[in-house]
């Protein structure tokens, strides 16, 4: 599956600031979020790992 890495700056009052952001691409034909995902026409909600 598809997952993104988050960092965050947390302050001593709890308030969180984001810094960076990163998606990871698991490159697989059937997770709907990869850049990899199948475009010809199948069930995808069947078929494919949904995030």
């Known amino acids: ?3 993104e890495i ?3 700056r947390e302050y001593s009052c709890t308030h969180r600031q984001q810094i ?3 998606r ?4 697989d034909r059937k ?3 990869s850049q990899l995902h199948g ?3 199948h069930n ?3 078929v494919c790992k949904q995030a």
């Open 1 to 3: 599956m598809c997952f």
């Open 31 to 33: 997770c709907r979020l």
């Open 39 to 41: 475009q010809q026409s």
């Open 24 to 27: 990871v691409d698991c490159n």
């Open 44 to 46: 995808c909600q069947a």
């Open 6 to 8: 988050t960092q965050y």
């Open 20 to 22: 960076t952001s990163q």
